[in-house]
């Protein structure tokens, strides 16, 4: 009978530990902060702002991916800030930001966004860089806010059509929130501390890939990814529903070779998952007058981790445009002084 309550003390303490051990790592984890916390909108977000304004450049905003967000950029923000300043966040509930009100829909995560550039005191006019799940944001942003955008830069950006192939289904929506619940009491970061992590080469990437690894890996990170897929396709949606751009400068940036880091459909290919990824984003050039459409061949999906050097020049293009725009001039392919 003693051996009995003594396995069921074990068992009831083990929880209690977990939720200890996930607490601490968390507020370990908020000391290391890269940037600020910034209350936008009655919602804190975690903003990194880098460079400084020099004259007629516009500033740059950085909108990471579904999980990624802030630490998609330190590489691109080390080459951009040198000329520009450039602003990259964490939307609500991932890495460093607490938890925002749901749904999370394309039209809340815009109207935080747009309060936090206010607070920061950033000017428009700004070229809004979006990776991924924020492609489908980036474009409802520009829509709403014309007099707001000098240009878009689309690295890898979501589609519906492809969207579609890799939404989630009920039962692994319903896993998504068991892996929130149970990342509560720290199986979510023990499980990611113990698993072997991406086959990353030792220097900078390295750091932040594990610092990434880490930050979501907790239970609002878990529960973030979960309520931003349970809004993706309704964003997306809207997103088709987009006219025309004018003469935005506008540039998308696709992968050949994207599914290396998604799992192939069942009912394609490989060839054929990548060449639908390629042949959606390359129609998007469509919304504008003014738009290229450029190849990452030495990237999978994660193009600001694997390739950012064809982001900076990508943002570089961007701007040139929007300037000779402004002032008549005709200065394609130069990169702002």
Known sequence: MTNF??????????????????????????????????????????????GGRAEGHPAIILDGGLSANSLAWP??????????????????????????????TAERNNTELLSLLKELDIEPPYI?????????????????????????VLPETSTTEVAALLMPDAAEFKGMRRSAF?????ISRLWRMFAKGPDV????????????????????GEAAMHDELVTFMENGAQA???????????????SERA????????????????????NTQK?????????????????????PWDQPEIIVRAVDWAAVQWRSQQDGDDRDGKTPS
């Open 5 to 50: 309550f003594a396995i069921l003390a074990i068992l009831g303490a083990i929880p209690i530990v977990g939720w200890v051990f996930e607490t601490c790592c968390a507020a370990f984890d908020q000391c290391r902060r890269p940037g600020k916390i910034i209350k936008a909108n009655g919602q804190k977000i975690h903003a990194v702002v880098k």
């Open 75 to 104: 590489l691109v923000e080390a080459e951009l800030s040198k000329r520009y300043q450039t602003v990259s966040f964490d939307r609500a509930g991932h890495l460093w930001s607490p938890p925002g009100k749901r749904p999370r």
């Open 128 to 152: 809004y860089v979006a990776h991924s799940y924020s492609g489908f944001l980036a474009r409802l942003f520009a829509a709403k806010h014309p007099d707001l955008v000098a240009g878009l």
């Open 182 to 186: 149970l990342a509560r009491f720290g």
């Open 201 to 220: 080469p030792a220097g900078p990437l390295k750091d932040i890939v594990a610092a990434w690894s880490k930050m979501t890996a907790t239970p609002r």
């Open 240 to 254: 088709d529903k987009v006219g025309s751009f004018g003469d935005l400068p506008l540039i998308v940036v696709a």
């Open 259 to 278: 599914f290396s880091d998604f799992p192939v459909p069942v009912q394609m290919t490989r060839e054929e998952a990548d060449a639908l990824n390629v």
């Open 283 to 303: 129609a998007l050039c469509d919304l504008s007058t003014c738009s290229e459409f450029w190849i990452a061949d030495k990237s999978g999906h994660e193009i």
